[in-house]
């Protein structure tokens, strides 16, 4: 999904994170540590120095021994991430709007800022948190710390997800986001005046290079990501347009909304600093998501309403910037 890349794809539990790499020539001497911690932002620089004294990092089939090592452009590295140290996750009452359950999964419309899954700085208040109280039955592919997360969006983007309860229909579900068969459609309000109906951004998506904290379109170190999009409606500075995802990378439509100079209207990571309403996330509404029912083969489609704050904006800007 839209993070949704990351999206997860039913891996075992218990099991070392392997991350390959390719030193591109822009990267040439840079220490070993530094270029890891570029790469891999959800790991701090003193971790992943950690991890090279512990043997789990490679140089060209060669275990690093210092993570002051000077790299050569095409070195590959492997990096190997132990699994996490499970946690004691609490169940809480939070209220869940959920569109649909049964014995095998529910959908959920999570809203603007709700974390998916417990993490470093987040381990309350996430909407897993939220499902242990409401059902004790979930899936356990992904581990203690993300029962029953098949994929997840953005804190700060809202809108539908899917959750398992059984392993076997996490597997299914995890089967047609992996082979692209799971139509996924949001609802953004972008910057700037689209003149095109509608396009295709096809461009490979990666960690940004200058900045850990960020995806990029790169095309080194990347994954293959592709976004359609199709204009909604104008306005005199802003496009309210509709996204479709056919891969599902790490901020996939902010990254490619940004790339072609419409970024995601309050976005704090691609967009301005600032922004006229005083958004402090961004405008982006997964509103429709389909699957086969794991269990049943059932061909099933939801989609959920726009959130208030969305509405609200659109009803500004048709009385203020109608073109």
């Known amino acids: 999904m839209e993070e949704s890349d990351l999206f997860l794809e039913g891996e ?19 220490r070993l540590d530094v270029f890891v911690t570029e790469n891999l932002a959800e790991h701090t620089r003193s971790y992943i ?5 512990e043997g789990r990092v490679e140089v060209s089939g060669r275990l690093a021994v210092k993570a002051n090592l000077r790299l050569a452009a095409g070195q590959e590295i492997v990096v190997r991430i132990p699994p996490p140290a499970e946690l004691e996750l609490e169940a809480e009452d939070i209220p869940l709007d959920i569109v649909f359950e049964d014995d095998y999964l529910l959908v959920v419309n999570k809203p603007q800022g709700m974390v998916v899954h417990p993490a470093a700085g987040n381990y309350s208040g996430t909407l897993v948190n939220a499902l242990l109280y409401h059902c004790h039955d979930l899936s356990g592919i992904n581990g203690v710390a993300r029962p029953g997360i098949v994929h997840r969006i953005d804190k700060d983007t809202s809108g539908l997800l899917v959750v398992a309860k059984t392993d076997q229909a996490h597997s299914g579900l995890a089967e047609q986001i992996k082979s692209h068969t799971m139509p996924r459609r949001y609802l953004a309000l972008l910057q700037g005046v689209m003149p095109e109906p509608g396009g295709t951004v096809d461009a490979p998506i990666g960690r940004d290079p200058k900045d850990r904290k960020k995806m990029a379109v790169v095309h080194v170190n990347s994954k293959p990501a592709i976004t359609h999009y199709t204009v909604r409606e104008r306005f005199w500075e802003h496009t309210y347009a509709e996204c479709r995802l056919e891969t599902g990378r790490t901020h996939q439509i902010r990254v490619h ?24 996330g961004q405008a982006l509404h997964a509103a429709l998501l389909g699957f086969v029912h794991p269990a049943s083969g059932e061909v099933m489609e939801f989609t959920a309403p726009l959130p208030g704050y969305f509405q609200h904006l659109l ?3 048709r009385q203020g910037e109608k073109r």
């Open 257 to 280: 909304m940004a790339y072609i100079s419409h970024s995601v209207l309050g976005d704090p990571l691609y967009g301005p600093h600032k922004n006229k309403f005083g958004l402090e």
């Open 49 to 53: 120095q950690k991890l090279i004294e």
């Open 12 to 30: 075992e539990p218990e099991r070392e994170a392997v991350h390959r790499f390719t030193v591109p020539l822009d990267s040439a001497g840079s």
């Open 315 to 317: 009803a500004e800007l």
